[in-house]
């Protein structure tokens, strides 16, 4: 009787991938029904549940389910050769119930209806357009790093512990849904990872628990980041699976705020996105658009470069290419480089509605 319940399991398995490769197709009827439907109650039940916690209970789910799994392993090690066939089976079948719970508790929204169509921003923009909007935001970061510090050589220092900053991540959330009711956040829920040191080497700031709803933030990367990184998490929170979303609703949300270190941090986050493709267009040009930027920001975004450039590692390459395939697989074509195709976004949405 077990052995038919995992060999159902193993073959519902297949079932899910079809469904999920068929969609796509079905973008408005999963935007209603699961992102704006299901899920929308999901989450909120599962970070009320789970915000009162001082720490990440998903976290702890992950170091469990590793220990088990390593255990499972040790165990079973001679099965490989003796029952290969049943061996398989009981990967094959747990690997179902994964994949189905991924998908049911956040993974459906990478099917989503893509927010450029939602909010009718166009998903094309033009150099001329690139270069217009980048000036504009490093004439706003500029007058915000003059407020922020000393004068225009000396780097932003957010006065805030992290634990303050998150704290104050959904305000941005509260001014931004005055405009854009669909990205209103409920019941908070964003924690310091139990796991940023490993994190870190791995190259990735925060992630999202997919079944617990925790927004995670590596607690090691520098204040400057913060803003930015915990308000793109609290994005993926919201159901917006798609990386480049969720850093475009970040930006939002920190430019937003009623902090102006939040805005800072969040102008920016989104100036240096339009600064890397720039240099990747007009190579030329970016060295004389990037010396009208202040000196103090230009430290500040050395900070950062210089935070990730002291973890490197031979193993971090080898995170970054499979986390890459795994967002191919779902949905983001161009991998772990879809973050930057944000530029698309913040481009349009900035010529119509400047700040």
């Not at 220990?67 to 090690?77: D, E, K, Q, S, T």
């Not at 050769?81 to 061996?87: E, L, R, V």
């Not at 990386?243 to 800072?264: C, M, Q, S, V």
Request: with cysteine.
């Amino acid at each position: 009787m077990l052995k038919n319940k995992k060999i159902v399991l193993a073959l519902l398995l297949i079932v899910q991938i079809i469904i999920v490769k068929v969609l796509p197709y079905f973008a408005e009827t999963v935007e209603k029904f699961y992102s704006c439907g299901i899920y929308n109650f999901t989450s909120k039940f599962e970070r009320y549940i789970f915000s009162w916690l001082p720490f990440s209970f998903g976290d702890l789910l992950y170091g469990f389910a590793m220990i088990y799994v390593i255990r499972w392993f040790v165990v079973n090690r001679k099965r490989i050769i003796k029952d290969t066939k049943n061996w398989l089976l009981d990967i094959i079948a747990t690997a179902s119930v994964i994949y189905f719970a991924f998908h049911l508790f956040w993974g459906f929204n990478y099917y989503r209806l893509p927010i450029h169509k939602k909010m009718a921003i166009s998903n094309e923009y033009t150099t001329e357009s690139l270069i217009d909007v980048t000036e504009q935001l490093i004439l706003k970061v500029n007058d915000l790093q003059k407020e922020l510090a000393e004068n225009d050589s000396t780097k932003v220092t957010i006065p805030y512990s992290k634990k303050d900053i998150l704290e104050k991540v959904p305000l941005g959330y509260d001014q931004l849904s005055k405009k854009h009711s669909f990205l209103s956040y409920q019941a908070p829920c964003i924690k310091k990872s139990l796991f940023s040191l490993p994190l870190t080497y791995m190259g990735f700031s925060g992630y999202l628990n997919p079944i617990t709803n925790e927004a995670q933030v590596d607690d090691l990367i520098p204040e400057f980041k913060f803003p930015t990184t915990a308000s793109h998490e609290v994005a993926h929170q919201l159901g917006y699976a798609a990386e480049n979303e969720a850093n475009f609703i970040g930006f939002l949300a920190a430019t937003t705020h009623p902090d102006r270190y939040f805005k800072y941090s969040g102008y920016a986050f989104g100036l240096r996105h339009c600064l890397v493709e720039i240099y990747r267009r007009e190579p030329e040009l970016y060295a004389d658009i990037i010396s009208t930027l202040n000196i103090g920001t230009r430290k500040n975004y050395q900070e950062v470069s210089d935070f990730w450039d002291s973890y490197k590692n031979p193993l971090e390459p080898i995170f970054k290419t499979t986390y890459s395939g795994f967002l191919k697989a779902n949905q983001q074509k161009g991998g772990i480089e879809s973050y930057s195709y944000v530029v698309a976004l913040l481009v349009n949405y900035l010529e119509n509605n400047p700040n």
